[in-house]
Every structure is written in C-alpha cells, then in structure tokens.
C-alpha cells in the first residue's frame, strides 16, 4: 500500500504535484491529495489522520483551522512536513494593485482612469508618462525581495537567488503569482531532494506542458527597459486569453473593460480574443 502525500498549496500546488508525479520513484511510493489552501478546501480526517507526508505553504495562524500549525498538530508521529515556497515576484509588474474587485489591477492605468479622460488620452499617457517620474520601482522592488527572502527563511527549498540570477534572461512569472516551470521545476526537485529521491531531469523540463498558460501578463516596456531585461519590449507579444498581444494593445482592452464599468476582466479578454478585436 502506498504512503499518503497531502499537498496543501495555491494554484501552484497543482503543476508542482504534475511535476512530483514524474518522478517514478516518488509515484511509486505515494499516493497524493492536493487540496487548495486558499479557498480553505476541506481536508477529510480520514486523509489528515494517516497522512504520511505533509506538504505545504505556509499558513500563518489568521487561517485558523487551516493554518499549517494547527494542521501539523494533526499529523500522527511518524508524518513527515516539508514546507514549500510560496512564490510572488513584482519585478516584471511593480505596479501591481491588491486592490479587489478587479483582475490583474494596475495602479497607473487606475489612477489615469480616475481622473476622467478619454481612451486615447488614457492610453497615451500610459505608455509615454515617465514611469519613474511617478514611482519609486527601486524601492518597489526592494520591498518585493525582501518578502521573498522573509517568506525563504520558513521552506528549506531556496528559491531567491536564483531566481533573482535568471529572471532578466528568461521570463520567470506569467502573473506575479504564477511561476513558470524553471520555478516550479526547482521546487519539485527541492522537494525530492528532501526526501532522498533523485531529481528530475532536464529531459523532464523540456517535455512538461508549460503552466498557467492561457495568460501571459504583458509588461509595461519601460519597467522591463528599467529592469535591463531581454525581452518585454514595445513589439513583444504576449498570450493572453486566445489573444497575442503587445503591452499597448493589453493596456487599452484594460481601459475599454474599466470605461464600460465590466468587473469581469478574464471574461472581457476571453471575448474580444473570440471576435478579434483590440
């Protein structure tokens, strides 16, 4: 009989549970059960109770019953628990919004909408305001890393510098929460390299579907001119819903969904993608 894995995670428990299944040797010994940590999934007591292996992103104690301490406590003795990162990078989108109500919220583009102009005066100040005129990017994105480093500290998995090391050669993040799968790829072998099984191989990473990949969130040219990377420029295209898409052409769907009071952003994009339309 195999051991039991419960794999607490976000949307990023889903690819890496993918990638962990590669691997034969854990298939072999664990059955896994995912279950999404965000959205407070119940756990069933008869899968916590004999859980072997615990996997996780840390839950701090605001989560209650779902917080990991408090499902740690449930393991029996012989459980193991690795905890795994919980990946968040600002750098491609700094301007970023947590604001609800609204996908994939952008502090510049809100602030122009705000202010009452036209589409084409919204869009043109978008992309030719001095971006650095009005946002302190550098003190951004020292704040993003220290939350990394911080977030680190909890997971044996180290995740930061290389991830710092790489992110201008090759896109890391397709939104600021959804690695791709050089990430995910070293997370699952972070994992097996806890538990004593060999890691994945390149041959792998090459053959695995990559993840999250009906949305590429597009970045603003001047913050990846600003951030020296090796692609995000003007003519870059990006895929986003069935639509490829420059950032310019991205920013006025934005603009036309927020003008016509829509909340439903993905919605919005998914059907000017079907009718073609900019």
């Not at 040219?221 to 003519?235: D, I, M, N, R, S």
């Amino acid at each position: 009989m195999k051991k039991i894995c419960l794999l607490h995670a976000n949307c990023q428990g889903e690819p890496l549970a993918e990638l962990l299944m590669l691997s034969a040797e854990f298939r072999g010994e664990y059955e896994l059960y995912r279950f999404t940590n965000y959205t407070r999934e119940f756990i069933p007591d008869n899968i916590i109770n004999n859980c072997d292996l615990f996997l996780y992103q840390t839950l701090g104690d605001n989560w209650g019953n779902h917080s990991s301490a408090k499902l740690c406590a449930r393991l029996k003795s012989s459980a193991s628990s690795i905890a795994i990162p919980n990946m968040r990078f600002l750098h491609y989108w700094p301007l970023w919004s947590s604001e609800p109500g609204f996908d994939y919220r952008d502090k510049f583009l809100d602030s122009l909408l705000d202010r009452g102009l036209n589409e084409s005066q919204i869009l043109h100040l978008c992309m030719n305001t001095k971006l650095t005129n009005i946002y302190n990017l550098n003190e951004i994105l020292e704040q993003s890393e220290q939350i990394e480093r911080d977030k680190e500290k909890l997971t044996p998995i180290k995740y930061v510098d290389w991830m710092l090391e790489h992110y201008k050669q090759i896109p890391l993040y397709n939104t600021i929460n959804h690695p791709r799968t050089e990430l995910l790829f070293l997370m699952a072998n972070g994992a097996l390299k806890e538990l004593g099984i060999d890691p994945l191989s390149n041959q792998d990473i090459s053959a695995f579907p990559p993840p999250f990949a009906d949305f590429e969130q597009p970045i603003h040219p001047q913050v990846a001119e600003y951030l020296g990377l090796e692609f995000g420029g003007p003519q870059q295209r990006y895929h986003v819903y069935g639509a490829e898409l420059t950032f310019e052409e991205y920013a006025m769907r934005y603009i036309k969904c927020r003008k016509n009071s829509i909340d439903d952003f993905i919605g919005f994009l998914i059907a000017a993608a079907r009718m073609g339309k900019n």
